[in-house]
């Protein structure tokens, strides 16, 4: 039995229970995502996730998980905390980074992710739940399609570029209102802010010029044996000099022999070339300048050369085995080099500098408002990827003011499938070649210039290409970056997460694709998207313009009319050519029907025809496709034509003038009053054409005298007593006769 004491006990037990059983309940639960990170400086593997306790004492995080989804709500991976917090202030953070993240900051984070989870296009981050509805909080963001449970619309997608990172900035649950992007503030547990430093590659030469030392530096005007070309003479290769912090390279005073133009031609020294040029990929970057009088330039990785250092001369080497793979670029066009003027031109050439020529297109324009001049210096990158001995080997290319930041995309990428077909003995390994085309009186500036890593903010794929084969599958297909074949790729088509492959797949394709233009994303793990744009091909819009009836002219016994098809669109943007087919598919029996094609795209045709009757006019239309595409649209139309002489269904009695149904003198004197004396003209002019020549004239008159006065023949048929048509075509004007 209790007493209020006991009782009162046991409530005062109750209620310190409960005290202490609250903060214990919510030990890690009032927790938000408060700042997402997915990539820095371009490296995709730099990501982190910043947690913020919405209230006191949310340290127990031991044993709890970070969950990662896709753009489809499928599992990425996730990262389980391993200890508790020391600080549970009321807005204290929890930062959780990969070690990608963790080598670029200022402050440790409180953890290191095991590997980067996150993709910037879209996804979901959620703490101790995977599902959305179950989690203690979730962020989606980005083309994130799944179940976001309470949490409203995805927030804005992430960059792998623009360096910023999703952040809580306002109250709330809906995703799409509560977060924005901004300069990062990650925060670890210590309350410390990280400061994020760039990443840099790894650099594996530089050369400030102070010396020649890193260059095979050519006898002056001199400096190039031909011998192993089959010609036994050194020639002039230009004056090569550094001053100043700069590679100058000057042309020849004569041209050089198979280009047809004065070249200055120096290449990096094969002890330089060993730290990079075997690698499977590498970076040269450097400045040029051209100054007055140079014409263009030519920049060359893959090099492949002998270099004699006693006579200072330059060989192909045995086996024809030397070569290059690079771009020519030309300076205050226009002039002699026209075919360079505003664009890239890419040159496989062996070092007997014979064009080789290479598989893709062979040139990339220069994007709005560059020009390259004299006297401006520029910034050249040249991206090296592969096998230049066997294949496949691609170079990329950037250029771009000096003064201006390096652009994401590369200007060009150019692909060789079989390799250079060089020699594979180191001796030969050059690695870089620098030419200048022009006046022997001016130089072409080199500075600065490094062979590095290629940065992660270039490692996606290369050479995407979309194209729609003749079966109407959509085919694409692409180069992986040396060294990442690893991880997934993702197929994204409009913003969609639509499919994910080996990190070694080279293509994909799409059995059934949407019926409308559409844009393919290739993302590797860079997790920086390629693209590349399909066009749905609408047939054409095809209408001809011409007369359904036509009558044959009886002096040529034939007529020919105008079917004019010009107004015909592509069915798109007008952009496609059209190519038009004209069939005669149905035709009298024994008509000769001949086409004539009138216009140049074969839209406007002739069409003559020599007898009556029904015809039927085909015509097929059809564009020239998508560009790259395999495929084409056509449409047919017919065109129905009737074809009719003069009409010869009006029955008349002939010599019957004045339609009183008898052949008499009034109707003689009608004819003759309207021929020689302006009278009205005969209503019916076959009835008046009395002896069925064609025409009305005196003589019609004389036949109807004839026979009614001197016994001569009547008229011809269908004569003057019955009624009947007229057996014999002509020209004459329709016949108006009722008195049939």
Avoid at 160 to 184: E, I, K
Avoid at 618 to 644: I, K, M, N
Wanted: proline residues 6%.
């Amino acid at each position: 039995m209790f007493n209020h004491r006991s009782l009162a006990a046991l409530l005062g037990m109750a209620l310190g229970l409960a005290v202490v059983a609250r903060p214990a309940e919510a030990s890690f639960h009032l927790m938000d995502i408060s700042e997402v990170l997915v990539g820095f400086g371009g490296d995709c593997r730099i990501q982190a996730v910043e947690l913020r306790m919405r209230s006191p004492g949310q340290t127990q995080v031991n044993g709890h998980d970070v969950f990662f989804r896709d753009a489809n709500d499928g599992p990425l991976g996730s990262f389980r905390l391993t200890r508790n917090m020391a600080n549970g202030a009321s807005g204290a953070h929890i930062l959780i980074g990969t070690a990608e993240f963790a080598a670029i900051s200022s402050v440790a984070p409180d953890f290191v992710m095991t590997e980067p989870f996150l993709r910037p296009q879209g996804g979901r981050v959620a703490f101790d739940a995977a599902s959305a509805s179950s989690a203690a909080d979730s962020v989606a963001y980005g083309a994130y399609s799944g179940n976001n449970g309470g949490h409203g619309l995805p927030a804005a997608a992430l960059s792998v570029a623009s360096g910023l990172s999703l952040q809580r900035t306002a109250a709330g649950v809906n995703n799409a209102v509560t977060f924005a992007l901004a300069a990062p503030t990650l925060t670890n547990n210590a309350e410390e802010e990280a400061t994020l430093s760039s990443p840099a590659p790894t650099c594996l030469l530089t050369d400030d010029f102070a010396d020649d030392a890193n260059w095979d530096i050519p006898e002056p005007n001199a400096g190039l044996d031909l011998a192993s070309c089959g010609q036994d003479v050194v020639i002039d290769i230009g004056v090569v000099e550094v001053a100043g912090g700069r590679l100058l390279v000057r042309p020849s005073l004569t041209p050089v022999p198979g280009v047809d133009a004065p070249l200055g031609i120096v290449g990096l020294s094969t002890d330089a070339a060993a730290a990079f040029a075997t690698r499977p990929s590498y970076r040269v970057e450097f400045d040029f300048l051209a100054q007055p009088g140079i014409l263009g330039a030519a920049f060359f990785i893959g090099q492949h050369h002998s270099f004699d250092a006693d006579e200072r001369t330059m060989s192909v080497g045995p086996g024809d085995s030397g070569g290059g793979f690079g771009f020519t670029i030309s300076f205050d066009c226009p002039h002699a080099l026209d075919r360079n003027c505003n664009h890239l031109h890419a040159d496989l050439r062996t070092f007997c500098l014979q064009e080789v020529g290479i598989a893709s297109e062979d040139s990339a324009n220069f994007p709005g408002g560059l020009l390259t001049v004299s006297n401006e210096r520029y910034t050249a990158i040249l991206d090296a990827e592969g096998d230049d001995v066997a294949g496949p080997y691609t170079m990329s290319v950037k250029v771009f003011r000096a003064a201006d930041p390096e652009p994401q995309d590369y200007l060009g990428t150019w692909k060789v499938a079989e390799g250079l077909g060089v020699s594979e003995d180191p001796e030969f390994d050059h690695g870089v070649l620098m030419v200048s085309i022009g006046a022997a009186d001016a130089a072409l500036e080199i500075s600065d210039l490094s062979a590095c890593e290629i940065p992660a903010r270039n490692r996606h794929v290369r050479c995407l290409t979309c194209t729609r084969d003749i079966a109407g599958r959509v085919i694409a297909a692409w180069q992986n970056a040396a060294g990442e074949e690893e991880g997934a790729i993702e197929i994204w088509i409009d913003g969609v997460l639509v499919d994910t492959l080996d990190g070694d797949a080279t293509e994909y394709e799409i059995e059934d694709p949407p019926e409308r233009d559409f844009t393919i994303e290739v993302v590797n793990g860079s997790c920086i998207g390629v693209t590349c744009d399909v066009c749905f091909n609408d047939p054409p819009v095809v209408a001809i313009d011409g007369p359904s009836e036509a009558v044959l002219d009886l002096e040529t016994g034939s007529v020919t009319v105008r079917l004019d098809a010009s107004a015909s669109t592509d069915g798109d943007d007008g952009s496609q050519g059209l190519f038009a087919v004209w069939t005669v598919t149905e035709s009298p029996p024994g008509a000769q029907a001949d086409v004539l094609i009138v216009d140049a795209e074969g839209l406007v045709i002739d069409l003559t025809v020599d007898t009556n009757g029904d015809y039927a006019v085909s015509l097929t239309v059809s564009d020239t496709g998508c560009p790259d595409d395999l495929e084409f649209a056509e449409t047919t139309v017919v065109h129905d034509l009737r074809v009719a002489a003069i009409v010869t269904d009006i029955f008349f009695r002939r010599g019957d003038v004045d339609r009183n149904r008898v052949l008499e003198l009034t109707d003689a004197v009608s004819t003759l009053n309207f021929l020689f004396l302006g009278g009205p003209p005969p209503r019916c002019f076959d009835a008046a054409d009395s002896d069925d020549n064609g025409v009305v004239e005196l003589t019609d008159a004389v036949r109807s005298l004839g026979f009614l006065f001197l016994g001569n023949p009547p008229p011809p048929a269908p004569g003057p007593m019955e009624c009947g048509a007229d057996p014999t075509a002509d020209a004459l004007a329709e016949c108006d006769y009722d008195a049939c």
